[in-house]
């Protein structure tokens, strides 16, 4: 956090502490979430048998790609403008922002459960090519409904930017997640189970925060003023948002749809234990594309455009210097991780993880880069970048799986989110006039290089037990790494004063 703490926004000192406060609280927030989702996904995969795991993960692949039209765009344009009417107190379009998004939300996702539910048993039966597939997809039509309340509650509050409930949200709902699952699951539910634990979390969740929501909106204070206007203005700037939010996940789900149907339902099961593994690295990047969404959008009202470039660069430098050592040490112990948290069933997508972490080291970045174009209006390029991605992405699919299976899935994975990134940081480049600090690149890259060379050689020549070979070898490496990186000036004395130090 010593980036975080002096370097991540420099607007005044009121938004400086803010935004400080905030990226560290989304950050632990983000790791919490991270650990339970994996922790569920362990459960599942332990639990149920491979082709129900693949099973559940096909039909949510499947759902969540309709729910791409979720709301048209309008969940992230709410915090957006939320963000923005909030800084120019303007509280009575606030007000009316909130209840258009609600029923332009409901109109969509409404007719979207109407269309799932009646096409769930063709889908069973010549897609999935199971019965036991319909009744899921019944399930997650209950699903859809009842997570657009979640989803819009914790919408409003990060527009607020009451960040410390915006984080609390996600975790609480995991771990209602988690028990009601182990409940389902020695209830003997099967592959049910974790459908009804998701409803349940939803409802319980957005009970739990129903006083601090109407505490923070005050909702009978001010009056709806042309809602019909709003919607407009909702849906021309969230209509090209459709991909962000789900950005990252939308290639996942077309992989496990073409895999759904050239490949068998075990191999999905693989997939889906191995992608997940390798998003989990994301999650530095996400929690500060969180926090850079609504205050990029504050500094770009406030015609404070070099604050966003040094915001960026300075965000660049923190998920790489913790991001790239982790990836390159998991990959090197690959087999050994997979085998010890999903089972020896799982080992086969050792090689297929490392592709994925390759592409995900890059994709940590380009989410950033995401935020930052969506705070500042940039919604088309936004829209733009990630469908070319996406279309490339099922190209590939379709010319790969059919002979590669899930390794083709990998590589046309971590290919598109490589482009992703390529794309929108020359657009923040050439339009923006964001520069990026290429010393501190390739400091950063010759580093973490340094630090898998040590590892790999510790692994070779020690031999002590696996746990204490990986413990030693990431203690001796890691703090080769941190010397180097204080010899190369990328993190310095100063910087860790500055973290130290009362305010």
Not at 216 to 237: A, D
Not at 321 to 330: G, Q
Not at 367 to 384: D, E, F, H, W, Y
Not at 436 to 448: A, D, E, F, T
């Amino acid at each position: 956090t010593f980036i975080i703490k002096h370097n991540f926004l420099i607007f005044n000192v009121s938004i400086e502490k803010r935004t400080t406060k905030a990226a560290l609280i989304v950050s632990v927030a983000g790791i919490v979430v991270v650990l339970l989702s994996y922790l569920l996904r362990v459960i599942l995969a332990r639990t149920l048998t491979l082709a129900d795991y693949g099973l559940f993960y096909a039909v949510f692949a499947v759902v969540q790609l309709f729910l791409f039209f979720e709301g048209f765009g309008t969940p992230t344009a709410l915090v957006k403008f939320i963000s923005q009417f909030k800084s120019q107190e303007e509280y009575g379009k606030i007000k009316t922002i909130i209840f258009s998004t609600f029923f332009i939300q409901l109109i969509s996702l409404s007719f979207i459960s109407l269309i799932l539910y009646l096409i769930a048993p063709f889908l069973a039966e010549h897609y999935f090519k199971t019965s036991a597939a319909e009744l899921l997809i019944k399930l997650f039509v209950l699903y859809i409904l009842l997570g657009f309340l979640f989803k819009l509650t914790r919408g409003i509050f990060n527009g607020f930017q009451k960040f410390k409930i915006f984080a609390l949200m996600e975790p609480i709902r995991l771990i209602i997640v988690i028990f009601s699952l182990f409940i389902l699951l020695a209830l003997d539910y099967g592959v049910l189970a974790p459908i009804l634990a998701f409803n349940i979390a939803w409802i319980l969740t957005v009970l739990f925060f129903v006083i601090p929501l109407f505490k923070t909106v005050k909702f009978s204070k001010y009056k709806i003023s042309k809602p019909y206007l709003m919607g407009r203005k909702l849906l021309k700037f969230g209509f090209p948002l459709m991909f962000v939010g789900v950005s990252s996940k939308v290639i996942s789900y077309l992989d496990t749809i073409v895999l759904t149907y050239f490949i068998g339902l075990d191999q999905v099961g693989i997939y889906n234990a191995i992608l997940p593994s390798s998003l989990i690295f994301l999650f530095l990047g996400n929690a500060l594309a969180n926090v850079l969404l609504p205050v990029s959008s504050e500094l770009w009202v406030s015609k404070l455009k070099d604050k966003i470039s040094s915001s960026l660069n300075n965000a660049y430098k923190f998920v790489l210097f913790f991001t790239l050592p982790l990836i390159l040490a998991v990959m090197i112990y690959a087999e050994f991780f997979i085998g010890f948290v999903f089972g020896e069933g799982f080992v086969p997508g050792a090689n297929v993880f490392r592709i994925l972490l390759i592409g995900v080291a890059f994709f940590s970045i380009a989410v950033m880069n995401n935020s930052i174009l969506v705070g500042v209006g940039k919604t088309k390029t936004v829209m733009k970048i990630l469908i070319s991605a996406s279309i490339i992405n099922l190209i590939l699919n379709l010319i790969l799986i059919p002979s590669f299976g899930i390794m083709g899935a990998a590589v046309s994975t971590s290919f598109s989110y490589i482009l992703v990134l390529a794309f929108n940081y020359n657009f923040i480049k050439e339009k923006m006039g964001v520069s990026l600090n290429k010393s501190n690149i390739v400091k950063l890259v010759i580093g973490s290089l340094i630090f898998a060379l040590i590892l790999l050689i510790l692994k070779s020549v020690v031999d002590w037990g696996i746990w204490y070979e990986l413990i030693f070898g990431i203690l001796v490496s890691g703090a080769v790494y941190v010397l180097f990186m204080f010899k190369m000036k990328v993190i310095t004395i100063s910087e860790l004063r500055r973290l130290v130090r009362k305010e």
